[in-house]
T-cell receptor, first 111, second 113 residues
């Protein structure tokens, strides 16, 4: 029940395209859903986060879509750029507690 | 400080040796977390500190793993009698007491030969 399932494992998108990464969770007590971006040799950095009282949040080219009834949330990267090539992790937490991470998606944006 | 810092950045040790990993959180952050990231995998929670107490140690994989924190600052993660399966990147994160956003350090890459 603590798992967060993430797909796909890897993704190749052409420059200018839309990258979509999906996550699903089981624990309905989760109330915070962040996405982290990680470059090789670096720690993860928060990209965008959402709470279950909204269905969508947009920050620049990054959008989270949240479906509470389906217990799913996704990250959309619009106009994907080569600089977006990184590993993306979804996560979830309850209250101010530990993050439960998905397994990661390696994104490659081809020029 | 400007961000979470961790030391050493890399550590190579022999099987059976003890290692200590250090984390300096962002000043003012009372919450501190340790995670482990195996090659090509997601992050696994190890332990959470609020101040110098550890209300959640549920992720520590065995009694060879321990951690302590001095006040609301530095934390050390100690792995005794290291095994090859302990090889991973150990990441530290900190946050405000009632803040969701966790700020991660660059990690310590541990290799056990």
């Amino acid at each position: 029940q603590q798992q967060v399932k993430q797909s796909p494992q890897s993704l190749i998108v052409q420059k200018g395209g839309i990258s979509i990464i999906n996550c699903a969770y089981e624990n309905t007590a989760f109330d915070y859903f962040p996405w982290y971006q990680q470059f090789p040799g670096k720690g993860p950095a928060l990209l965008i986060a959402i709470r279950p009282d909204v269905s969508e949040k947009k920050e620049g080219r990054f959008t989270i879509s949240f479906n509470k009834s389906a217990k799913q949330f996704s990250l959309h990267i619009m106009d994907s750029q080569p600089g977006d090539s990184a590993t993306y992790f979804c996560a979830a937490s309850r209250g101010f507690q530990k993050l439960v991470f998905g397994t990661g998606t390696r994104l490659l944006v081809s020029p | 400080g400007a961000g979470v810092s961790q030391s050493p950045s890399n550590k190579v040790t022999e099987k059976g040796k003890d290692v200590e990993l250090r984390c300096d959180p962002i000043s003012g952050h009372t919450a501190l977390y340790w995670y482990r990231q195996r090659l090509g995998q997601g992050l696994e929670f190890l332990i959470y500190f609020q101040g110098n107490s550890a209300p959640d140690k549920s992720g520590l994989p065995s009694d060879r793993f321990s951690a302590e924190r001095t006040g609301e600052s530095v934390s050390t993660l100690t792995i005794q009698r290291t095994q090859q399966e302990d090889s991973a990147v150990y990441l530290c994160a900190s946050s405000f007491s009632r803040g969701n956003e966790q700020f991660f350090g660059p990690g310590t890459r541990l290799t056990v030969l």
